[in-house]
């Protein structure tokens, strides 16, 4: 039977510490402003933007909203676009991307601010994120997994880690991350040649390759510590579940992250923290 | 006997492509150029700037020098560096750093022109390599190493590449470089435990450790690939030798590139390559 690593215990222990650096930033002047910036109605956005807000104002973050109609033109989402870009009382900005086809979503990302850019979808931030330097911020993702790891004293350093994915949300930036920590790090994908016999070597295994059921037990071994990234429709299920076959993996494994209720709990509360850590540095920067 | 794959082959087949670009931007009306910004005399500069002149000029690329006295103030350098940065006639620009230490090379880094950006320093060249798009340039040495496996027809898709360093010049680049092309990639380090286990897994070995005969046959296999891109000052020998213990790698391997007469032997055909690519560049942006 494997440890069970629930994001909840991460996120709760997030959010304490969030609160706090909060109320130090309130005490100073200063009050940790996210902006939503969303274009039209479509459903998973608007869901995401009501967790994301109710998550950020239980932590005394303020939310602003910039909802702007569908069919708006290029000219008018630019405007927009670049006054919340440089409105100082915002320090962090989520959009909704992909954008609508006719409005150009490569244009508004280069467009954001590296400072306000919480997603880290700027090249700057992904910069950061290679160089290991304090520039953006890193993919929330990616950091949830490095936050849960953290959280359950899981060594990092040392270590093999497997990351089943290449993908700059998750599988670069990740394997970075890691290896700033001294992990040694091999992303497989689709290029890979037999993965199971490269991540069943790992002491940490992180499926993210976004395919459903697609992990069984073969692909581990019984001392590893396995994060499952995958949010995938389970027709089967009427729900979300992960990369992993779960009843397959779970016995077989040291520890491991459940879907729901693993790396996707602690992903929205990353990026809060991301609108926090933005204000800290802001206010530091003029200090 | 491994086949020794010699960095002049390479650089010859990159400077007849080289001449024809510049031929024809020639026709086109424009004259690839490169600026050498240097500050002081630094001896290890001047000879890498004569070098790097001398394949300028063999490619029919323009050189322009700007050299300054080493005891030049920050604001001086500022006004010289944001000149050349803003020059329309030039179209590559290698600075020597770090520069005198009264100086600030983390600024003038950042606010080069990552377009002019030749030796791919800047965090949005860094970026590019990164993300896999045409943003500012890759470093010269990891780019050499690619010409390497290219020109040999060595296959690098499917292919397990163990690369030993995680450097922003070397390892880090070179590892993003080879998965972009369908490599699996492993970079292993300080932090990496055994790794002789990991490397001697590796079809291909790259060793940039940048440690004087540390790479011996135990860390290969017989069907290997090794790229030496080690440039170590040998006491013994008087000059320069690689990673490898040449006599003890060569025989047990597949195939080897040499030191000197490797990697260092493409690495400023490279640079050269990136002024060309610039002007290409900018031609096709105004055309």
Request: aromatic content about 4%.
């Amino acid at each position: 039977m494997a440890r069970i690593l629930r994001g909840k215990e991460v996120a709760d222990a997030l959010t304490v510490k969030m609160k706090q650096d909060v109320e130090d930033l309130k005490a100073k002047g200063v009050t940790p402003t996210l902006c939503i910036f969303r274009v039209g109605e479509r459903a998973d956005d608007m869901s995401y933007e009501k967790g994301a807000t109710k998550r950020a104002q239980s932590v005394g973050i303020a939310v602003k909203h910039v909802v702007l109609p569908a069919d708006i033109s290029q000219e008018d989402f630019d405007r927009e676009f670049v006054a919340v870009n440089a409105d100082d009382s915002i320090h962090g900005i989520l959009f909704f991307r992909p954008l609508p086809k006719h409005l150009d979503s490569e244009k508004a990302r280069q467009m954001l601010d590296p400072a306000k850019d919480i997603d880290g979808c700027t090249d700057l931030s992904l910069a950061g994120v290679f160089t290991n330097r304090k520039i953006g911020f890193a993919p929330c993702t990616a950091q949830a997994v490095m936050e849960i790891l953290h959280h359950f004293d899981i060594p990092v350093a040392g270590k093999k880690v497997a990351v089943i994915s290449r993908s700059l949300i998750v599988g670069r930036p990740l394997g970075m991350m890691l290896m700033h920590e001294n992990a040694t790090v091999v992303n497989c994908h689709t290029g890979t040649v037999d993965i199971p016999s490269i991540t069943s070597k790992a002491d940490i295994l992180v499926a993210a390759a976004g395919r459903l059921h697609i992990i069984t037990k073969e692909y581990t071994n019984p001392d590893q510590v396995v994060i499952d990234v995958g949010i995938n429709w389970d027709q089967e299920k009427g729900g979300i579940s992960g990369d992993l076959v779960f009843e397959d993996v779970e016995p077989n494994v040291a520890a491991v992250t459940p879907v729901p209720g693993g790396v996707g709990a602690v992903t929205t509360c990353v990026l809060i923290g991301h609108v926090v850590e933005a204000a800290k540095r802001r206010f530091d920067y003029e200090a």
